[in-house]
């Protein structure tokens, strides 16, 4: 089964993706583009650039010493690749995502692991979610050291495992991003034999200790 996981590839095509739209929706000013992005304005300013660069993007000039940005033929192009493939890395991921979490609920049960943390606010974590209502498990909280206090999904997000007031069996990695340095911060805590991760995270067997991999 092949990875799917966000990386600097696809985090560059999602911001260049993003600037597309919001030239084709009438942004007129870089300012406007950073706050439909939701990123800095010197990072705006960086990525039209290139765009202007490589055809995607027109700059003409417009009163009061401002400028008016245009999607040309090869930007239009360009962009319904990148939606296209963005569909398509999303299906992807969602479908691998169901699958391990499925098979790593599967798994837990067979240990007597029926209540769960999940160790990361993520897209995974919220299939995670999702799956455990047809998997019989139950997920008792998500924990997001940056995402703390706002619910996700319907669960309670904490900073730490310490703010836990219910009991729990195990935990399970959902942080896409930092993987790894997560798996080895719940270790520490819980014991390797309380670690789960999905395939889909690329941890080895042997560093997830016991877990289904």
């Known amino acids: 089964m092949d990875r799917v996981l966000p990386n600097e590839s696809s985090e560059d095509d999602k911001i260049i993706l993003g600037l597309l739209k919001s030239v084709e929706e009438g942004a007129t000013s870089q300012r406007r583009i950073a706050s439909d992005l939701g990123v800095a304005l010197g990072l705006v300013n960086a990525y039209l650039k290139r765009c202007v660069k490589k055809g995607y993007v027109k700059v003409r000039g417009a009163p009061a010493r401002r400028y008016a940005y245009y999607l040309t033929p090869r930007g239009f192009a360009e962009k319904s690749r990148l939606t296209v493939e963005y569909l398509s890395h999303s299906f992807s991921f969602f479908r691998q995502a169901k699958a391990d979490c499925v098979e790593l609920f599967a798994a837990a049960k067979e240990r007597n692991f029926d ?3 999940l160790w990361g606010k993520s ?3 919220e299939i995670a979610i ?3 209502l047809e998997s019989g498990v139950s997920i008792v909280a998500v924990v997001d050291a940056n ?3 706002t619910p996700f999904a319907g669960k309670d997000v904490l900073s730490d495992l310490g703010g836990l007031s219910a009991g ?3 935990v399970i990695v959902t942080d896409v991003r930092n993987a790894g ?3 080895d911060e719940a270790v520490k805590l819980l014991g390797p034999d309380r670690v789960l991760a999905p395939k889909l995270l690329g941890l080895s067997a042997t560093r997830v200790g016991g877990g289904p991999q």
Do not use: M, Q, Y
């Open 181 to 183: 340095e997560v798996f």
């Open 123 to 125: 897209d995974l974590a």
């Open 147 to 149: 995402n703390a206090a």
């Open 168 to 170: 729990f069996d195990a």
């Open 115 to 117: 209540n769960l943390v």
């Open 130 to 132: 999702l799956s455990a």
